[in-house]
Nanobody, 121 residues
Framework: QVQLVESGGGSVQPGGSLRLSCVAS????????IGWSRQAPGKEREGVSC????????YYADSVKGRFTISRDNAKNTVYLQMNSLKPEDTAVYYC??????????????WGQGTQVTVSS
């Protein structure tokens, strides 16, 4: 049974940093692309970042480029999202998302339960 458990969310002031973690179980993370999506109140879910399993290629939404960094540790079955220079518009529930294959162009396969990130002064 696939399980994705996110952690690391919380409240932070603008300009601050948070590091999200997602521990995957029930499958071999090293075989799949994985990433993060978010949903702000009253808005649709949007893709934030993704990292492939074959070459480690990373992708970012324009709104987070240069501020967020995704990484993965296949030995720990864990993916991370380092978020720096946070802005109030980054406030959202962040979800860990796996793909059905090794690239970030494969369809979305599984979602975690989400972790809340709030950026406010």
């Amino acid at each position: 049974q696939v399980q994705l458990v996110e952690s690391g969310g919380g409240s932070v002031q603008p300009g601050g940093s948070l590091r999200l973690s997602c521990v995957a179980s029930g499958f071999t993370l090293g075989n799949y692309a994985i990433g993060w999506s978010r949903q702000a109140p009253g808005k649709e879910r949007e893709g934030v970042s993704c990292i492939s399993s074959t070459d480690g290629k990373t992708y970012y939404a324009d709104s987070v480029k240069g501020r967020f960094t995704i990484s993965r540790d296949n030995a720990k079955n864990t993916v991370y999202l380092q978020m720096n220079s946070l802005k109030p518009e980054d406030t959202a529930v962040y979800y860990c998302v796996t793909r059905s294959g090794s690239t970030c162009f494969n369809r979305v396969a599984n979602w975690g339960q989400g972790t809340q990130v709030t950026v406010s002064s």
